[in-house]
């Protein structure tokens, strides 16, 4: 058997990262400045903007960032030009808003990434322990199974984290289902607050009720039931998703289509970066696998988004033209 020197292995490997690095100096940006994304602290968003930017960085030759914001003011920020691109919008936690945005002609929907869902959920074991729980309208008999620790009077509803886009509409489908009167509505400072209080509820079996989007790690790791809702109404959940609901009426979720957004100078200052962009489109179940290494690895959303860059190819090559993902496979 014939081996080879290990200087000759050195050598190699080092002549390869030379043409890796060779290959990424090939591709100039569109821009000649560093491209602004919006960093929201939830798991999906924060994977997806690490795979798009590692993508610009090693592919296109671009010079990225991200500005750590919340949904509306994300939105409002895209709309001024302080950011260019918005990796993941759910549409109906934002629909009153963003109708707005696009009006203006400043914002622009370019792609849609994948389906997503929102809904308020209790565990089984909560389910199985109250049988008869099986509506959020149920909610007010069994205020004194969710004792609120800070007010015993009345039951504990986790919502939206703080200034998020979906707590408009969770707060407002607590007022429309007369919770006030025997709830509390707790909302988390962030979304990582939230996720600790619902895990260290879970795990000491604990009764909780609580707003969750999916697809997310928690929602894929805790064996949870989905409280009913009245049917969904297109023009009762306008009014639920605006900041002023004049009277908010009840009613369900519908499924929620979650979108890339750019600002609409950047697309046409960027129209090869654009594409891209309109481009990424992820199944549900990649994202379900993708959070679920997230979460068994604990490795942060950059490491992850290398993960699914050497392991997805078969998804991501289809955003991009074959040089670029060439550069990108590259430097993995």
């Known amino acids: 058997m014939r081996f080879t020197p290990v200087k ?18 090939d591709a100039k940006c569109e821009l000649d400045r560093p491209i602004k994304f919006g960093g929201m602290n939830w798991e999906s968003n924060l994977v997806i903007t690490d795979v798009e930017r590692f993508i610009m960085e090693k592919g296109y030759g671009c010079k990225t960032e ?24 759910w549409l109906n936690s934002v ?23 929102e809904a308020w959920f209790i565990p089984r074991y909560t389910a199985e322990r109250l049988p008869e729980l099986k509506s959020a309208a149920d909610l007010p ?36 289902l007369k919770l006030d009167d025997s709830y509390t509505l707790y909302s988390p400072g962030t979304g990582a607050a939230q996720k600790a209080a619902l895990t260290s509820a879970y795990k000491r079996k604990q009764n909780v009720v609580f707003y969750y989007w999916y697809p997310t790690p928690l929602v894929g790791a805790l064996d949870l039931v989905k409280l009913d809702m009245p049917p969904y109404d297109a023009e ?5 998703t605006a900041t002023k609901c004049e009277n908010p009426q009840p009613s369900a979720y519908p499924e929620n289509p979650v979108f890339t957004a750019v600002n609409t100078k950047f697309s046409q200052d960027a129209p090869q970066l654009t594409e891209f962009l309109s481009k990424v489109s992820l199944p549900l179940d990649q994202v379900n696998e993708t ?13 992850v988004a290398q993960w699914f860059l050497k392991n997805k190819a078969d998804v ?10 060439k550069r990108v496979q590259a430097a993995l």
């Not at 190699?12 to 100096?25: S, V």
């Not at 959070?291 to 490491?303: F, Q, T, Y």
């Open 8 to 25: 000759t292995l050195a050598a190699t490997a080092m002549m390869f990262a030379f043409a890796g690095a060779a290959q990424a100096a």
């Open 66 to 89: 991200v500005l750590p914001t919340e949904t509306l003011p994300a939105l409002a920020a895209l709309e001024r030009g302080d950011l260019d691109v918005n990796s993941e919008i």
């Open 95 to 117: 629909a009153d808003p963003w109708e707005r945005a696009e009006k203006t002609g400043k914002v622009k929907r370019v792609g849609d990434v994948f389906m997503g869902g």
């Open 141 to 176: 008999k069994f205020k004194d199974e969710f004792k609120d620790p800070e007010e015993p009077s009345k039951g504990r509803f986790y919502g939206c984290p703080a200034g998020w886009g979906c707590e408009v509409t969770s707060n407002n489908l607590f007022h429309a």
């Open 236 to 240: 009762k959940h306008k009014c639920l």
């Open 291 to 303: 959070l679920a290494h997230m979460e068994e690895s604990g490795d942060d959303s950059a490491d």
């Open 316 to 325: 991501w090559t289809k955003w991009v033209p074959a040089d670029v993902a």
